[in-house]
């Protein structure tokens, strides 16, 4: 058997629009073929049967892989074109799959004899999602489901190029940057008016809202972003919740959080409801307390103020900790250049997780993306690819993206991150981004390398599971020791393990808030689904402010830039659900980080497996017993 290649990409634009459209149509025509040979194929054994139903789901891999990579990354706007248009074909080849009664009957019924326990439980699967997907009604109402689901991934997709191309401008006097970090200002010069440019990048906005002295500026630039992708999107997302909500109706579900949670570790709606309550109890008294504080500090500035916005809160929790903790985040970003995270980042993840990240000149499709191999004695297990600038038409946010599905002997593991870095000096913030995303990306290559099944390669695991490890990774960016290896100021010196220890204590405060931010979000995410408001800014803004004594800027219109609403649906509850786990997976290493056996231990049993068993099981094989809160309780407390 030969060792699976990595992807060849295109060296020109005719290739890239070829790679954008002919590949994924290719891979599409194969699936239809290998459905007809299924269909036809009566006296095939029950393996024969999973094992062309696996072909079909690495073509779909492949080509759904490729395709939503390109969409949002590629620098020509034709080629990000033709490859959304490819991933709303994908979409539809699955959902007329899903709705085909006569490839169901190729699994219904199926008999397990000589199937192990890896083949049962797709065949388990494959079973459950066909009859989530509608095979089981009648021909009128499949006929309806599919052209729900294709219209949802139209919607879907308007949706996330909307705010992918609603890139705002601001204007602002030169002295509106108050406050802000001297790189931050040379990068930002007056034109001949005597005005600076701020942008909705994450390279202008995370420095505004975190050192901007004065509250105007940070209202400003902070309303402008909160409607981002508005009001292109108030008609797209009102429409994408009527369609997931016929679906969930004709599929026979209470809504559509009750559909999407069948397959995840919550298990249900009511759940969903249940447990962002228990958040809310065990963050309200802290939180209030800790706004209390926020408000004090508000009133130094703006003796008027009456309450603390989603513009304040970044900025006096940095305020706050400069003062009461003896960390200054400009102090702090001192120490973080980029090219220093970067090595950093694949220097600690090396060493956890006992592989070697080499360089390769893999010709990819923008200049800024560094590839590498990522190798363990001299075996290739996968390769992965770092987009980490903004530029104009990519994706706005930071996430990991699958390139291609690992599968033993056949199929090498890729993937990419996309996000939006400065090239110079990072905040802290950015930094534990930056581990998290990467935790995401190890994790699918990792868990695709000896993969057999497509469906259970990488992070094809529980939805409100997949969170969990980079979760966990994130840790390791406040970890003294972790930090000092490559951490360091313009004159060399690594960073102080007296300011990490301060800047752990100053991170317990202001928990309790950033917990209630999210709750925020989740309960947005969450509400827009289940109860379908007509007047969606006012009900958005009531969620947040019941959510969070920290206030939304009134009148903004953050739900038509909220990326997650497509991908995450009703489910963003998945972060801290996620959360729980990590901080008890994070118990295991106690004191030591990068203690080897426990790192082997949590590599061997939780990344490599991916979706190969369910996420309770693996965690309840690396920790002795099944998951806790007791840790994030800890956690919130400040423990």
């Known amino acids: 058997m030969t060792d699976p290649q990595p992807l060849v990409f295109p060296a020109d634009h005719a290739g890239w629009l070829a790679f954008a459209a002919e590949r994924p149509d290719a891979r599409i025509a194969r699936v239809r073929e290998i459905d007809a040979q299924l269909i036809a194929g009566r006296d095939l054994s029950p393996l024969a049967r999973l094992?062309?139903?696996?072909?079909?789901?690495?073509?779909?891999?492949?080509a759904a892989s490729e395709a939503s990579l390109l969409s949002e990354s590629h620098p020509d706007a034709d080629v990000r074109d033709a490859a959304e248009a490819r991933v709303q074909a994908i979409d539809a080849l699955l959902s007329q799959r899903a709705l085909d009664p006569s490839l169901f009957a190729v699994f219904d019924g199926l008999a397990t004899d000589g199937l192990d326990a890896a083949a049962r439980r797709l065949l388990a699967h494959?079973?459950?999602?066909?009859?989530?997907?509608?095979?089981?009604r009648d021909e009128a109402t499949r006929e309806r489901l599919r052209a729900l689901a294709e219209r949802d991934t139209e919607l879907s997709l308007q949706f996330s190029r909307n705010i992918r191309d609603g890139r705002r401008e601001l204007k602002l006097p030169a002295d509106a940057l108050e406050g802000l970090p001297q790189d931050f200002v040379d990068a930002h010069p007056a034109d001949d008016e005597g005005l600076i440019t701020l942008t909705t990048e994450y390279t202008d906005l995370m420095p505004v809202r975190e050192f901007a002295v004065r509250r105007s500026t940070r209202t400003a630039l902070l309303s402008v972003y909160n409607d981002l992708a508005w009001p292109d999107n108030d008609p797209v997302l009102a429409e994408l919740l009527a369609v997931r909500a016929e679906r969930a109706e004709l599929l026979g579900y209470g809504d559509w959080a009750d559909y999407e949670t069948e397959t995840r570790m919550i298990g249900s709606s009511a759940a969903i409801r249940s447990f962002l309550d228990d958040i809310d109890a065990a963050t309200r008294e802290a939180a209030a307390a800790e706004y209390d504080r926020l408000l004090a500090r508000l009133r130094v500035d703006e003796p008027d103020a009456d309450a603390v916005t989603a513009a304040d809160l970044w900025y006096l929790l940095s305020a706050l900790k400069r003062e009461d903790y003896a960390v200054d985040a400009q102090e702090v970003r001192a120490y973080f250049a980029f090219d220093n995270v970067l090595a950093g980042v694949l220097d600690v993840t090396a060493r956890l997780l006992d592989v070697s990240y080499v360089p390769v000149e893999a010709g990819a499709w923008h200049a800024d993306v560094r590839s590498y191999d990522v190798v363990r004695a001299d075996r290739r297990l996968g390769r992965i690819h770092l987009d980490l600038h903004p530029r104009e038409g990519k994706y706005n946010h930071a996430a990991c993206f699958n390139l291609a599905p690992g599968i033993a002997g056949r199929s090498l593991p890729e993937g990419v991150l996309l996000c939006n870095f400065s090239r110079g000096l990072l905040e802290h913030d950015q930094v534990v981004t930056f581990f998290h995303e990467f935790g995401h990306l190890?994790?699918?290559?990792l868990g695709g390398a000896d993969a057999v099944w497509a469906d259970f390669s990488g992070i094809e695991t529980e939805w409100?599971?997949?969170?969990?490890?980079s979760q966990l990774l994130e840790e390791w960016a406040w970890d003294a020791g972790v930090l000092a290896t490559f951490a360091r100021n313009a004159d060399?010196?690594?960073?102080?393990a007296d300011l990490v220890e301060r800047m752990r204590v100053a991170d317990a405060f202001g928990r309790a808030l950033e917990v209630t931010r999210q709750l925020g979000h989740a309960?947005?995410?969450?509400g827009l689904h289940v109860e379908r408001p007509s007047d969606l800014q006012a009900a958005v803004e009531g969620w947040y402010r019941a959510s969070s004594p920290v206030q939304p800027l009134p009148n903004g219109h953050t739900y038509a830039g909220f990326g997650h609403l497509t991908g995450y649906g009703a489910c963003y509850y998945t972060y801290q659900w996620s959360l729980v786990i990590a901080r008890d997976l994070l118990s295991a290493f106690g004191d030591d980080l990068m203690d080897p056996a426990v790192a082997t231990r949590y590599r061997q049993r939780i990344l490599e497996p991916g979706g190969s068993r369910d996420a309770a099981d693996l965690v309840a094989d690396f920790l002795g017993r099944p998951y806790s809160f007791d840790a994030y309780r800890a956690w919130l407390a400040g423990a």
Do not use: K, M, T
């Open 51 to 62: 094992q062309l139903w696996n072909e079909a789901s690495i073509a779909i891999a492949e």
């Open 523 to 526: 309960n947005v995410s969450y």
């Open 492 to 496: 060399g010196e690594p960073i102080p």
């Open 464 to 469: 409100d599971f997949v969170e969990a490890p």
């Open 442 to 445: 190890v994790h699918g290559i």
């Open 126 to 136: 494959i079973q459950r999602d066909f009859r989530r997907g509608g095979v089981d």
